[in-house]
């Protein structure tokens, strides 16, 4: 057998997830959850996995607001979907980020014209203020002023 035929069978043997006694807590906590809907088990996910997502997604260059409302989502999911939570697939930290990615992933497909309007709002971030503080802007800035209004959706644009 040529080495990369062996290369291409070889199969990664990962340890178990629950292993450990801290995703032992996690797996527990989401199976009361999936099980009866409890309560304090979620919240005391929510507490520990919240702060991290909203970092996560806030580190993927995701505006505040938006980033607030995907980490909610994630958690919502969480709520709804967790009996579909398989720890022998994945870690639950690794389950709930790879929501929020696939979230935002979604939402930047979805929201198209969002890109348009943040490039435009950064093109004007980079207009030059004028010299003086009369505002008088030169015919260069001038420009690349009318070049990003036009570069907006036309309700915007108005």
Known sequence: MSSIAR?????????????S????????????VARSQDRDSFMRIYDHFAPRLLRYLTGLKVPDGQAEELMQEVLLKLWHKAESF???????????????RNLYIDSVRKDSGWVVVQNSLEQLELLEAPADSSLDYSQRQEKQLNMAIQNLPADQAR
């Open 86 to 100: 398989d720890p022998a697939k994945a870690s639950l930290g690794t389950w709930l980020f790879r929501i929020a």
């Open 7 to 19: 290369i291409r069978t070889f199969r990664h043997v990962s340890p178990s997830y629950s292993d």
């Open 21 to 32: 006694p801290i995703t032992r807590l996690w797996i527990d906590e989401v199976t009361a």
